[in-house]
């Protein structure tokens, strides 16, 4: 059975879930991306509610697969599960969200929180709650992630200064901060990447 679903084509395997015909007008309408698909809000025309949330469904075992295997490794020796997880979990959002993958001394995730919810164009985050819940969970290091629903994975001045602040922070308590992803649609920008750390 799985090398008969390996081959299958991106149409029939969404077909499995969603029916041939919506399978069809989804994956049109996401200019044949899997990827959008999941991590875009569901077309109107298929709010079906068996399609919504089949399609939720989905996404979310994907969400937690991602998950289960940054607990089990290094998650600097797999940065795209991280980006993935993270597109996963903020693309698509019409309001900005602030996350915190909290991290052991072996960079395993220990757990990854949504600690602040703002407006579409900005949240209020304090490094204050942020260094209570790195004690709470006992991390080693950090990785900062949010979204801009405006769909421009380019960093702010204020991004920038808030990363500084939260490292400054953090290291007072000796918590390392291992990078700051900023998503946008299927764009993922890295602050380490860019030299922003």
Same mark, same amino acid.
């Given at each position: 059975?799985?090398?008969?679903?390996?081959? %299958?084509?991106?149409?029939?395997?969404?077909? /499995?879930?969603?029916?041939?015909?919506?399978?069809? #007008?989804?994956?049109?309408?996401?200019?044949?991306?899997?990827?959008?698909? $999941?991590?875009?809000?569901?077309?109107?025309?298929?709010?079906?509610?068996?399609?919504?949330?089949?399609?939720?469904? &989905?996404?979310?075992?994907?969400?937690?697969?991602?998950?289960?295997?940054?607990?089990?490794?290094?998650?600097?020796?797999?940065?795209?599960?991280?980006?993935?997880?993270?597109?996963? *979990?903020?693309?698509?959002?019409?309001?900005?969200?602030?996350? /915190?993958?909290?991290?052991? &001394?072996?960079? #395993?995730?220990?757990?990854?929180?949504? %600690?602040? #919810?703002?407006?579409? *164009?900005?949240?209020? /985050?304090?490094?204050?709650?942020?260094?209570?819940?790195?004690?709470?969970?006992?991390?080693?290091?950090?990785?900062?992630?949010?979204?801009?629903?405006?769909?421009?994975?380019?960093?702010?001045?204020?991004?920038?200064?808030? *990363?500084?602040? $939260?490292?400054?922070?953090?290291? $007072?308590?000796?918590? #390392?901060?291992?990078?700051?992803?900023?998503?946008?649609?299927?764009?993922?920008?890295?602050?380490?990447?860019?030299?922003?750390?």
């Amino acid at each position: 059975m799985c090398q008969i679903v390996e081959a %299958m084509s991106d149409t029939d395997l969404l077909g /499995v879930i969603v029916g041939c015909r919506t399978a069809e #007008r989804l994956l049109q309408d996401s200019g044949g991306s899997l990827s959008k698909l $999941l991590n875009e809000p569901i077309p109107s025309y298929s709010a079906q509610p068996k399609v919504k949330t089949k399609l939720q469904v &989905a996404k979310e075992i994907v969400r937690r697969s991602l998950v289960e295997a940054m607990r089990h490794r290094d998650v600097l020796s797999s940065p795209a599960s991280v980006r993935d997880y993270l597109r996963m *979990t903020l693309a698509g959002r019409d309001y900005e969200v602030f996350m /915190v993958l909290f991290l052991d &001394a072996q960079n #395993r995730v220990l757990s990854p929180e949504e %600690m602040f #919810r703002g407006t579409l *164009t900005q949240t209020s /985050v304090y490094p204050r709650e942020v260094v209570k819940r790195s004690l709470a969970n006992n991390a080693a290091a950090v990785i900062f992630a949010h979204n801009h629903p405006s769909g421009v994975a380019e960093p702010s001045r204020a991004d920038e200064m808030l *990363t500084q602040s $939260l490292k400054q922070a953090l290291a $007072l308590v000796d918590v #390392r901060v291992l990078d700051h992803f900023v998503v946008a649609g299927n764009g993922v920008m890295s602050f380490a990447e860019r030299g922003l750390l």
